[in-house]
């Protein structure tokens, strides 16, 4: 008869990988948020047989995207391995294992990760039912063994799909969502015909009617409404600016600055991990920069064609165009990429798949441009912001859009804004 280690090894999990999973067992993470980073378990007694000294400690990362899904659709399972000593964790292999019976965990899929460190697993079926999942990295040389926590995800019929997330209804939407986003479209709808009272009126409305939906809800499943009641707050902030005969880039940094308070507040109430907010991996948001600076410049030469703006500092002297772009990039621009790529779409994409939750996302943000009352601008934001979301989906890199939002501006209101004169 085989000996304990070998029939583990038959079963494709080796006696040590037996225990860290068991070790990961005792975390949950529903389908609200199925993102998670700890530490590599069973660290302390790697560290104890380590013959040369301390193993450096590796983190996972794992998300289900999107955690409901219907039979026979795909479910992206992806996640980021990095080490404490800030290696780059390339071809270390990462292991899928379907935890569903926690006392007999199987092999899915086995892949490696990529030169940032990334992995991606597929995952589909063709019945109703719903399968836990649990991400393995086995580490490498010096460096620790990490799993994720576990993830579930649930494959159903529309009409189950509905019942398990709370009558949900379009892009498995709740309704009170579905209504936040509708206040918010119907209030930029009124500004761009001219009626901006009435806009305050409907984005305050929305704020007031959302506040009351998490105090109904209790807490549970509000983070989609939260970061749609700091769109409307941003509306009512902004257009504060937009009634100002003449602005200026100090206004604008006040403007702009005021909303770092509730953005702060949900990110710390919300607990949000460095790889949440797009900063996990420095040294490739460092590498795509370049790149976000030529794509920022093309959508300024396509954006001064339809607005033919003017510029908002005096003159184009170093020391006015160092102001402006201090402001575009730690105010305007981070503000904007935290707002609507950081806490709205992630939100959106959970509930509703990748392509959907970018789309409204975008469909939102292209509205926010309702104060030039251009629908060329609306179009070309909207389709900006397309670009911007399925970037940061895909690189998760905040420097990288927050480049292409701050370089737009810098190109538009300073350098190209001289033109228009």
Avoid at 107 to 134: C, I, L, M, P
Avoid at 179 to 195: K, S, V, W
Avoid at 319 to 345: D, G, K, N, R
């Amino acid at each position: 008869m085989p000996s304990d280690e070998e029939e583990h090894e038959q079963r494709g999990i080796s006696i040590l990988e037996e225990s860290d999973l068991a070790v990961g067992d005792q975390g949950y993470v529903g389908a609200e948020r199925t993102e998670a980073t700890f530490s590599a378990p069973g660290r302390e007694e790697v560290q104890r047989r380590g013959a040369a000294g301390v193993e450096t400690p590796t983190t996972i990362t794992a998300t289900a995207t999107p955690p409901l899904q219907f039979v026979g659709h795909n479910v992206t399972i992806a996640g980021h391995l990095t080490s404490g000593g800030g290696a780059e964790m390339v071809a270390v292999p990462v292991v899928l294992y379907s935890t569903n019976d926690p006392t007999n965990k199987v092999r899915v899929a086995t892949t490696t990760t990529d030169a940032s460190g990334r992995y991606q697993f597929t995952v589909t079926d063709t019945v109703a039912t719903t399968h836990a999942y649990t991400v393995y990295a086995r580490g490498r040389s010096a460096y620790s063994r990490a799993q994720s926590t576990e993830l579930l995800v649930t494959y159903g019929t529309r009409p189950t799909l509905a019942s398990a997330t709370g009558r949900r209804t379009v892009f498995n939407l709740a309704w009170y969502e579905l209504l936040a986003i509708f206040l918010i479209l119907i209030g930029e709808g009124l500004l761009f015909t001219g009626h901006s009272v009435l806009c305050v009126g409907v984005q305050a409305l929305n704020v007031a009617v959302v506040a009351v939906i998490v105090v109904t809800l209790r807490g549970e499943r509000v983070q989609l409404v939260l970061a749609l009641a700091l769109v409307s707050v941003f509306r009512v902030v902004n257009l504060s600016f937009a009634i100002v005969p003449s602005v200026t880039i100090h206004w604008l940094a006040l403007i702009y600055g005021v909303m770092y308070v509730p953005l702060v507040s949900v990110i710390v109430h919300e607990k949000m991990s460095r790889y949440d907010l797009g900063i996990a991996d420095v040294r490739r948001s460092v590498l795509l920069v370049p790149l976000g600076a030529i794509v920022g410049t093309g959508f300024a030469f396509i954006e001064h064609i339809i607005l033919a703006n003017g510029a908002l500092i005096p003159n184009a002297s170093a020391i006015e165009l160092v102001q402006l772009s201090i402001v575009m990039i730690f105010f305007v621009a981070l503000v904007e990429a935290l707002l609507f790529l950081v806490l709205l779409q992630p939100q959106l994409i959970t509930r509703s798949g990748a392509i959907a939750g970018i789309l409204i996302t975008s469909v939102i943000f292209g509205a926010m441009h309702a104060g030039y009352a251009n629908v060329y601008e609306l179009f070309f934001a909207t389709a900006a912001s397309v670009v911007l979301g399925v970037a940061f989906y895909k690189t998760r890199s905040l420097a990288l859009v927050v480049t292409i939002l701050a370089v737009n501006n810098i190109v538009l209101f300073g350098l190209l804004g001289f033109l228009a004169r």
